[in-house]
């Protein structure tokens, strides 16, 4: 719902900002909206990308580490598994920490 909001604000700051500027009013300012509004709605739109990518767990060799620790959030024990292959890392949900 904040992130909605959030691109629509974005929205509406670059198109305030594109109409100053066909008007002619307020250069300045109508660049700064402008922008401002264009890198808002791109970095809400883009940001989720940088977290953790996708994992694709039916190729390669996945091996288990010794690594194991209890989400906070969830209360969920997380185990870690490596690609050897790709050295990609993946964290899997085993449920219910005891």
């Known amino acids: 719902m904040l992130r909605g909001c959030l691109v629509l604000v974005g929205v509406a700051g ?5 109409f100053m500027l066909v008007t002619g009013s307020a250069i300045p300012a109508a660049i700064d909206l402008l922008a401002t ?29 010794s690594e194991r620790f209890v989400d906070p959030v969830s209360g969920h024990l997380i185990v870690v598994r490596y690609n050897p292959e790709t050295g990609e890392r993946d964290y899997v949900d085993r449920g219910t920490a005891e």
Do not use: S
Request: hydrophobic residues 45%; neutral net charge.
């Open 14 to 18: 670059a198109a305030l900002g594109v």
């Open 37 to 65: 509004g264009v890198i808002v709605v791109l970095a809400l739109l883009f940001e989720r990308r940088g977290y953790r990518p996708d994992v694709n767990r039916a190729q390669g060799p996945w091996e288990e580490t």
